[in-house]
C-alpha cells in the first residue's frame, strides 16, 4: 500500500502542472483582460463585455498591440497599468513566475480586492462547507436507508413508486427547485418559515450558543435541500444495485441456510460488503457537492461563497483569484483521490493496491 501511495502521491505535481499550463494557454487567447476591464471604465463607463456584444465603445487590441479603448490615454498610463499587473514580460516568464510562487504557496493578491487569494478563499469558505458538508450527510443519511429498504423489496410497489419519485427528483434542476422553495416557504407567495438570505441574522452574535445553532440550522435549509436534491436519485440506486449485487452471491444463501436471521444476514453480512462502494466514496461525492453546482444555489439565497467568487474572478479576469484557487482546488481534488482508495482499504482490508500499476 505503501509504495502505491507514493506513486500516486509522485504524480500529483505534474497532473496539477498539466492542468495550470492547460489554462494559461487558454488565457492567453480570452479578450478582456484586466488592463481591458480597467481601460473599458475609465473610457467607457461600462463593461469591457459591453464592446463585444456590439456596444458604441471598442475596447480591446488594435493590430498595432495597443487597446482601442485607450485612445485618449497616454501610453505611460497603459504601459505602467501592464507593469503592475505583471503584462510587461513574456506569458512563459509570467508563468514560470506564477508557478515558483505556488510551490512556495504564495498565491499572491488579487487584482482588484486589497486582500490576498489565501485569505479571500478563507472568507468564503463557510457558505461552501456548509453547502458541502451538509448536502451529502442528508443525501446519504436519506438515500442509504432507501435504498437498502428498496433492495429488501426490490419489484415492489414500494420500489415501483420511490424509483418514480427519485427520479422525478434528479430530472428537476437545483435551480428551479431552489426557486420553488423560496416561492413557497421563504415569504414568496405563500409562507414566511426561513429566512430569504444570508447564512445567519444581522444579530447573530447576540445569541446564545443554542440560539446561534437554531439560527444557523434556520438558514441554512433551503440552501442544503436545493443543493443535495439531485443527489438522491444516483446514491438511492446505487445502493440499491450494490444490495441486490451482494444478496445474490453464494455466501448469502450460505448464511441463510444456516438458520441466521434475515436481519444477521442483510446487517451482518451483506451490508459492510454492500457499503463499501458507496461509503468509501464519501470524500468525493463531499467534493464533488463542495466545488460543483453551488454557484446558482449561492446567488438564489444571497450566499458570499466560492462558487459565486470564482465566477466574479472569472468575469473580472482577477487572473491570481483564478489560477490561486483551481491550484488549490486542484490539489485538494487529487489527494482526496488517494483518501477514497484509503477508504476502500480501511472498510475493507482485503482490497490490496499494490498490485495495481499506474
Known amino acids: 500500500m505503501g509504495a502505491y501511495i507514493i506513486r500516486r502521491l509522485l504524480l500529483v505535481f505534474p497532473t496539477l502542472l498539466g492542468i495550470l499550463v492547460i489554462n494559461f494557454t487558454l488565457v492567453q487567447f480570452v479578450p478582456g ?94 457558505v461552501s462547507i456548509t453547502l458541502g458538508l451538509w448536502s451529502t450527510l442528508l443525501a446519504y443519511l436519506v438515500s442509504i436507508p432507501l435504498g437498502i429498504k428498496k433492495a429488501i423489496n426490490d419489484g415492489s410497489d414500494f420500489d415501483t413508486w420511490t424509483s418514480g419519485i427519485i427520479i422525478l427528483a434528479y430530472a428537476i434542476p437545483g435551480f428551479l427547485f431552489a426557486i420553488l422553495l423560496l416561492v413557497l416557504f421563504a415569504g414568496g407567495s405563500y409562507y414566511q418559515i426561513f429566512p430569504l438570505r444570508g447564512l445567519t441574522s444581522e444579530n447573530f452574535e447576540n445569541f446564545s450558543l443554542f440560539g446561534k445553532i437554531k439560527d444557523y440550522l434556520w438558514h441554512i435549509t433551503l440552501p442544503v435541500l436545493a443543493s443535495s436534491i439531485s443527489g438522491f436519485a444516483t446514491l438511492t440506486l446505487l445502493t440499491k444495485n450494490s444490495f441486490l449485487d451482494e444478496i445474490q452471491k453464494q455466501y448469502v444463501i450460505t448464511a441463510r441456510s444456516k438458520g441466521l436471521k434475515e436481519t444477521r444476514v442483510l446487517y451482518g453480512h451483506v451490508f459492510r460488503n454492500a457499503m463499501l462502494i458507496v461509503i468509501a466514496g464519501f470524500p468525493s461525492v463531499f467534493i464533488g457537492v463542495f466545488f460543483g453546482g453551488s454557484l446558482i444555489i449561492e446567488t438564489i439565497f444571497s450566499l458570499d461563497g466560492l462558487g459565486r467568487m470564482g465566477f466574479e474572478a472569472a468575469v473580472a479576469r482577477d487572473y491570481p483569484v483564478i489560477f490561486g484557487t483551481l491550484f488549490v482546488f486542484g490539489l485538494i481534488g487529487l489527494v482526496v483521490g488517494i483518501l477514497s482508495d484509503l477508504m476502500y482499504v480501511f472498510i475493507d482490508p482485503r482490497i490490496d493496491f499494490e498490485g495495481r500499476q499506474g
Open 33 to 126: 483582460g484586466p488592463v481591458e476591464q480597467i481601460l473599458a471604465q475609465i473610457e467607457g463607463e461600462g463593461d469591457v463585455f459591453e464592446a463585444f456584444s456590439g456596444g458604441s465603445k471598442e475596447v480591446g487590441n488594435n493590430n498595432d498591440g495597443s487597446y482601442a479603448g485607450a485612445r485618449g490615454l497616454p501610453d505611460e498610463f497603459i504601459k505602467e497599468l501592464e507593469k503592475e499587473f505583471g503584462f510587461d514580460k513574456p506569458p512563459v516568464e509570467r508563468f514560470l513566475n506564477m508557478l515558483w510562487d505556488y510551490i512556495r504557496f504564495d498565491f499572491g493578491e488579487s487584482y482588484f480586492r486589497s486582500i490576498s487569494v489565501v485569505d479571500l478563499v478563507i472568507e468564503k469558505m463557510p
